[in-house]
Nanobody, 124 residues
Framework: QLQLVESGGGLVQPGGSLRLSCAAS????????IGWFRQAPGKEREGVSC????????YYAESVKGRFTISRDNAKNTVYLQMNSLKPEDTAVYYC?????????????????WGQGTQVTVAS
């Protein structure tokens, strides 16, 4: 069974950091482009950061540039999202998604598999 499992969410104060993990089972992540998306209550799911399977191309949404870092550890079959300098507007459920491709995709409709999401709350 192909599965993505996110972890690492939680409650953090503004200015704090979290590292989200996206672990794959049932398939090898190194052949897949991976995207991190988030959805706040009442809002559309939006792309946060994506990484290709091949040349290491990376995309960041403007709202997270300079604060978030995406990386992949193919040996651990896991992709990470390091989130620093968190703001209340970063509060959302964060999802990772995968697509079997060498091309980087930044829109949610392009992805094939999704995790269940992990809640990130930034509040004092």
């Amino acid at each position: 069974q192909l599965q993505l499992v996110e972890s690492g969410g939680g409650l953090v104060q503004p200015g704090g950091s979290l590292r989200l993990s996206c672990a794959a089972s049932g398939f090898t992540l190194n052949n897949y482009g991976i995207g991190w998306f988030r959805q706040a209550p009442g809002k559309e799911r939006e792309g946060v950061s994506c990484i290709s399977s091949s040349d290491g191309s990376i995309y960041y949404a403007e709202s997270v540039k300079g604060r978030f870092t995406i990386s992949r550890d193919n040996a651990k079959n896991t992709v990470y999202l390091q989130m620093n300098s968190l703001k209340p507007e970063d509060t959302a459920v964060y999802y990772c998604a995968a697509r079997h491709t060498t091309i980087i995709y930044t829109t949610k409709d392009e992805y094939e598999f999704w995790g269940q999401g992990t809640q990130v709350t930034v509040a004092s």
